[in-house]
């Protein structure tokens, strides 16, 4: 459990206070039992998510008082767009306000072109809220993941990985001309924020191309997969984050990436295209309709000044070296006393194994939630689901689907909790984790139609 200290001094803090038990039972039962209702007053280390959650640098704080804030052609959209060609090699930028933003641009414009039948997309594994944005747009998402990530306890490298054989099968299946597009998220957010390596994108890639599909890498967290590149893999170790990140990026002509992650800003996200012109025009007309002017889609000048920074810093060694062992160091902590996590620890967050921790619970009683609230409970501590209740249910059927893994998220926010605060999740998830057996399901109170999780309202289940 090495602990390395941050690369970095603090200039500003932000007072936090732990509440009391009776206090957090009465701010979970106003939630509906679901910690995405919380207001953040009443959470004590909120790791929900390192989405926008993160702390600026100096010189992102700088960079935002020379902005411009023209409507049209601002300057600020012009140093984003030649930031993004210099780390992705991508001409061509069209900005966005976060993530799904950048999806609702992109993928509907995919499936329109592809004109295919019965419409598809492809992916390590695909998140939540793409999985959405792929459905509405009348198409199917279907992951072929690398069997490893279903084995929690069992070291490997890269549980990101694509499963090539399943791709191919999958292509097969379905015929090539059916599928949309092949999403590469890197790292993989749904299998542990766990890394894919450069071997097996330029393999996954080359199917793709092979078979006239295009290829998307959601780069979300391009820069704490490169690490993993630049530490793990053979003939990386001497090469520089910034070389690895090209090469990840020659592997695909698109890119989507919400910026609130590898971006180390608070808002923001983007498309970004090689060379194909045409598509860049098309993704700039819906950007026009539904995100603004196509030099700020849905920006300040000053967001776009604090990516610009932001993409470069997020490249920076000593700053990866310490964020990938922040999180090692939690999830050693909690391997230490016992607790069920993927191991190794991903990027972003320690992933606690929720099914093995709670066996005696289902999939539908959404094991990894009820945990998440009993942890709430115990220590003010706010993390989330990655399991059951993210998947939802199955669009032609209506039926729950079972998530191949049932995970609990601490997710950690980057340049932002020191190891101490670290201790004290470890040992607050130990206290939970000796009364595990005696923790109840959950069920519906209120399920909305999409993107469940997030709104829902629940009540302990009668076990």
């Not at 020379?66 to 993004?84: F, H, N, P, V």
């Not at 054989?165 to 599928?179: F, M, P, W, Y």
């Amino acid at each position: 459990m090495k602990r390395i200290p941050e690369p970095f001094r603090i200039k500003t803090i932000e007072r936090i206070a732990l509440t009391s038990r009776a206090h957090r039972e009465q701010a979970l039962l106003d939630a509906g039992l679901n910690p995405f209702l919380l207001r953040s007053d009443d959470v004590f280390i909120d790791l929900l998510t390192d989405s926008g959650s993160g702390a600026m640098s100096d010189r992102q704080w700088a960079a935002m008082m020379a902005a411009d804030e023209a409507y049209a052609g601002s300057r600020s959209y012009y140093r984003l767009a030649d930031t993004i060609e210099k780390v992705f090699g991508h001409r061509h930028t069209v900005p966005a306000h976060q993530g799904r933003g950048a999806e609702q641009l992109l993928y509907p414009e995919l499936v329109k072109r592809r004109g295919a039948k019965q419409p598809v997309f492809l992916s390590n594994f695909h998140f939540d809220t793409t999985k959405l944005h792929i459905e509405l747009a009348g198409a199917r998402a279907l992951n072929a993941l690398t069997k490893e990530a279903l084995d929690t306890a069992t070291y490997h490298d890269w549980k990101g990985n694509f499963d090539l054989d399943e791709l191919a099968r999958l292509i097969e299946t379905h015929g090539a001309a059916n599928v949309v597009a092949l999403v590469a998220t890197v790292t993989c957010n749904t299998s542990g924020g766990q890394p894919v390596s450069l071997a097996n994108l330029r393999a996954a890639s080359q199917l793709a191309r092979e078979a006239g599909i295009p290829v998307v890498i959601d780069a979300t967290r391009f820069a704490e997969n490169a690490w993993f590149i630049h530490e793990r893999e053979a003939g990386q170790a001497q090469r520089d984050v910034p070389g690895i990140v090209r090469d990840m990026m020659a592997c695909a002509d698109i890119a989507v990436m919400s910026s609130k992650k590898d971006g180390l800003v608070n808002i923001g996200g983007f498309c970004s295209f090689r060379d194909d012109q045409d598509l860049f025009r098309a993704v700039q007309e819906r950007c026009v309709v539904s995100e603004g002017f196509i030099t700020y889609g849905g920006l300040a000048g000053r967001d776009m000044e604090a990516l610009a920074v932001g993409l470069e810093e997020a490249m920076d060694a000593d700053y990866l070296r310490y964020r990938v062992g922040q999180v090692a160091y939690l999830g050693e902590r909690l391997r230490a006393q016992g607790i069920p996590i993927q191991h190794p620890t991903g990027g972003h967050a320690v992933f606690v194994d929720a099914a093995a921790l709670l066996p005696h619970l289902p999939a539908d009683s959404f094991p990894a939630h009820a945990l998440a609230c009993e942890l709430y409970l115990e220590a003010g501590v706010r993390a989330v689901e990655i399991g059951s209740l993210l998947l939802g249910r199955d669009p032609a059927t209506g039926l729950q689907e079972e998530a191949p893994l049932e995970s609990m998220r601490l997710t950690i926010p980057r340049r932002v909790y020191t190891n101490h605060h670290m201790d004290y999740v470890a040992d607050a998830l130990a206290k939970v984790a000796r009364r595990a057996p005696r923790i109840r399901g959950m069920a519906f109170t209120y399920e909305p139609a999409l993107l469940r999780n997030f709104t829902a309202r629940f009540r302990w289940a009668d076990n």
